[in-house]
T-cell receptor, first 115, second 112 residues
Framework: ETGVTQSPTHLIKTRGQQVTLRCSSQSGHNTVSWYQQALGQGPQFIFQYYREEENGRGNFPPRFSGLQFPNYSSELNVNALELDDSALYLC??????????????FGPGTRLTVL | DAKTTQPPSMDCAEGRAANLPCNHSTISGNEYVYWYRQIHSQGPQYIIHGLKNNETNEMASLIITEDRKSSTLILPHATLRDTAVYYCIVRVLGEYGNKLVFGAGTILRVKS
């Protein structure tokens, strides 16, 4: 295990609803990244947070938003859910900086189903 | 980020070495090669990374060609638990961590 935890494990929502997913980073890590993984595909980068600010964003609409808290935990919020938002949502934490050892450690993910 | 190309699937006999190739012909001088794997429905697991020298850790070895346009991940003695999707990723280290750009990966099936 990596020490990165996510909640909830599974979630079922209907179209148009809003959802909040949570992530606790590994001890000593101050950077959190979120990824979306549709069935049968590799994870796609959503955004990254460092010191409570967004620090890079992938090709996702503004209805995908996030927060990072002083303890470096993070939330992913998705508004106006669409059927295509059904996916495994992965959180990864890492150290910041230019050191070579800032690999990202992933949590187990949250499986979101939109009906 | 440089694009990577991997075979969609590979089979390997249990106990034998698994050699997973990756092409990254457009890699830049400051881009690292990272390997992750993902066992069904779990989060990706970091395996190894390197810049230009070959690397080895307790999980695997990474062989990078001299021109850095391709690499091979070697699992020396594959077990059934190594069955997973293996992702080869090329990324640039930045100031505040980095995004990983995943491709489709290689499905490795280890068979008894």
């Amino acid at each position: 295990e990596t020490g990165v935890t996510q909640s909830p494990t599974h979630l079922i929502k209907t179209r148009g609803q809003q959802v909040t997913l949570r992530c606790s980073s590994q001890s000593g890590h101050n950077t959190v990244s979120w990824y979306q993984q549709a069935l049968g595909q590799g994870p796609q980068f959503i955004f990254q947070y460092y010191r409570e600010e967004e620090n890079g964003r992938g090709n996702f609409p503004p209805r995908f938003s996030g927060l990072q808290f002083p303890n470096y935990s993070s939330e992913l919020n998705v508004n106006a859910l669409e059927l295509d938002d059904s996916a495994l949502y992965l959180c990864a934490s890492s150290r910041s900086g230019r050191a070579a050892y800032n690999e990202q450690f992933f949590g187990p993910g949250t499986r979101l189903t939109v009906l | 980020d440089a694009k990577t190309t991997q075979p969609p699937s590979m089979d390997c006999a249990e106990g034998r070495a698994a050699n997973l190739p990756c092409n990254h012909s457009t890699i830049s001088g400051n881009e690292y090669v990272y390997w992750y794997r993902q066992i069904h429905s779990q989060g990706p697991q970091y395996i190894i990374h390197g810049l230009k020298n070959n690397e080895t850790n307790e999980m695997a070895s990474l062989i990078i060609t001299e021109d850095r346009k391709s690499s091979t991940l070697i699992l020396p003695h594959a077990t059934l638990r190594d069955t997973a999707v293996y992702y080869c990723i090329v990324r640039v280290l930045g100031e505040y961590g980095n995004k990983l750009v995943f491709g489709a990966g290689t499905i490795l099936r280890v068979k008894s």
